[in-house]
């Protein structure tokens, strides 16, 4: 008898045992669109990599702290096709249909502040990434945080500066017609002329150009000092091919989205080096401890460097998502206050925000120096000095 109450205990608790492990593994499940297919698709692995490589760090420690309980996180994810109107319709399913409890971001400022409205009509808080948007930063929403300090109008105060140190008197600007570019270009012009720096050649060109030939003409007969091509990564692919083709360079060029992922570096090689870009994070900036383990373990998980600017802001994101659900749990309301007033450690430093902006990482450059992506600009978090590029190498 007494065998028999011992065997009807243990099976009790073996049930309560596998009820408990049950409900401690229902999974948090995380939401986002990403560009498959379309214009921005070379662009989002970079993104998307850095999301599943979040995902199984987080699984392999036990789950994501929910409020002191562990538990799996689970993607939902689609295909926006490039298209932010797609984005709008998905970011609708994820929170009415699908319910998710968590939302990532998709890739790009145009995707961004189109499912910005979304957010703020279900009071659905989402860390973004990818983007930045002075125009929705001064429309003060209230879902929506940039971990990037690659706002657009500090993006041209820093390159001006930096410019300015190098002695740079004349410069040619060609801009893609998308908002990121745009934005960046609107607070160029005024802050080139301000600092003496006259433009001698401006051209914009839309999404789909094939031809840059005309473009770059007109910026070689110029002869500028610097070259400021305000691109997204497929055209700055096309930029570098027909300027290298023509012999176009300057002592100072930057290419604005691009130049930090790795199928560029596998494309032009040591053609490459000497290329200024915006992105405010390297694994060579030893203060920031996080930096070189993000960068070894993406590494190691896809045989290929991540991106200094998509890949790391998407990691960022997730970490600062990691630790607001840690402190908030899934409650949007109390999810959204602590993400909009903590300082979050991440492989950038630590951040915290100001209004929807990124408050603590200075806006930087990067300079590409022998198959590496080094801070240049500002001098407090420079790994590397800037070096002027010197032509093509033959």
């Avoid at 399913?93 to 502040?113: E, M, N, R, Y």
């Avoid at 401006?202 to 005309?214: F, G, L, Q």
Wanted: aromatic share 10%.
């Amino acid at each position: 008898m007494n065998r028999r109450k011992l065997f009807a205990a243990a099976l009790a608790l073996a049930g309560a045992a596998v009820v408990g492990t049950s409900q401690a593994a229902e999974p948090v499940r995380i939401g986002f669109s990403i560009a498959k297919t379309g214009i921005f698709a070379p662009a989002a692995p970079s993104q998307l990599n850095a999301y599943e490589l979040w995902r199984e760090q987080v699984n392999a420690r036990g789950g994501l702290d929910v409020g002191g309980t562990k538990r799996p996180v689970e993607f939902v994810q689609y295909d926006d096709q490039s298209d932010p109107a797609q984005a709008v319709r998905i970011y609708e399913k994820l929170i009415t249909s699908d319910k998710v409890d968590l939302l990532l971001a998709p890739w790009g400022t145009p995707h961004h502040f189109a499912i910005a409205g979304v957010l703020e009509r279900n009071k659905f808080p989402m860390v973004g990434n990818s983007a930045a948007s002075v125009q929705l930063r001064d429309l003060k929403p209230g879902y929506i945080w940039f971990p990037t300090s690659a706002i657009p109008d500090r993006v041209a105060e820093s390159l001006v500066a930096m410019m300015k140190a190098q002695g740079v008197g004349t410069a040619a600007v060609t801009t893609l017609q998308l908002p990121f570019s745009l934005e960046i270009k609107k607070f160029l012009m005024p802050a080139l002329k301000s600092a003496g720096i006259k433009v001698v050649a401006d051209s914009d060109y839309p999404p789909d150009i094939k031809d840059m030939t005309a473009v770059l003409a007109a910026v070689k007969s110029a002869k500028p000092d610097a070259i400021l091509s305000l691109s997204y990564p497929t055209d700055s692919v096309a930029f570098m091919k027909q300027a290298r083709e023509m012999d176009l360079s300057a002592p100072f060029m930057m290419v604005l989205v691009g130049p930090t992922m790795d199928f560029f570096g596998k494309i032009f090689g040591p053609a490459a080096d000497g290329i200024v870009t915006v992105g405010h994070w390297s694994p060579h900036q030893k203060n920031w401890q996080r930096a070189r383990p993000f960068f070894d373990s993406y590494e190691a998980q896809f045989k290929e460097r991540p991106d200094y600017l998509d890949s790391a802001l998407a990691y960022m994101s997730c970490e600062i998502l990691e630790q607001a659900v840690a402190k908030a749990g899934l409650d949007r309301a109390k999810l959204r206050d602590a993400i909009a007033s903590q300082t979050f450690e991440t492989i950038n430093g630590p951040i915290k925000f100001k209004g929807v902006e990124n408050a603590s990482t200075p806006t930087a450059l990067l300079q590409l120096q022998k198959g590496e992506a080094h801070l240049v600009w500002p001098a407090e978090i420079a790994t590397s000095g800037f070096a002027k590029k010197d032509g093509w190498p033959k």
